[in-house]
């Protein structure tokens, strides 16, 4: 058994202690867990990111433009003093605003454009036969709308449309949790296969 399988083996039991209850052996290979995560995390930034995209091509490829992010970086350090800390708010606020730039787009095309054409798909495919799905999805917009509208009472049919609105609620938030039980599972899994197979070497 080579030194790796033994100390993530080591480390996964320590982890599955918790199942017994909080003790000291979990929060030893927990902060463990943490400390190596940002350590990792540094390195790969330092490398990846520093020294590739800012460092090599300004100081060694004489890329001028790169001053600016660097500046930028810099500035951000004032926030450590005082009567520098005001400076900071420079590049916090070019992040927040590139960010916002390329994530509002991406997110209005990913959950309201996409969503919005899928509720204006055909009722019916090539051949003229009605698309069951379609109508499920017109039916489950129309009924959830229907249960978030306060301006009116849910009475009469608009009330059934409503209760009907809430099955289709329930129905996501129960697809939703199984997902993410079934994601946990399968994290479970891999890691009792691993125990098995490759620490204790009980199966092959």
Known sequence: MDAGTLIAGILTLAILTFLYRDNPIYKMAEY??????????LVVAWTNT?????FEPLFSGRNFWLIIPFALGLLMWGRFHD?????????IAFMIGSGAGVAIPAM???RTLKQMSATVMP?????????ISGLVVIVGLISTLAYFYFGREHK???GKAATI????LMIFFGTTFGYTVMSRMSTLIG????LLTDFFKLTN
Do not use: N
């Open 32 to 41: 463990l867990l943490i400390g190596v995560s940002i350590g990792y995390i």
């Open 165 to 168: 609105g809430t099955f289709f």
């Open 50 to 54: 520093l020294m590739a995209i800012l």
């Open 108 to 110: 209005l095309y990913g």
């Open 123 to 131: 009722l019916t495919d090539a051949s003229g036969v009605p698309d």
């Open 191 to 194: 890691r009792m296969e691993f």
């Open 156 to 158: 009469g049919t608009f």
């Open 83 to 91: 009567k520098t800390s005001s400076l900071s708010r420079i590049p």
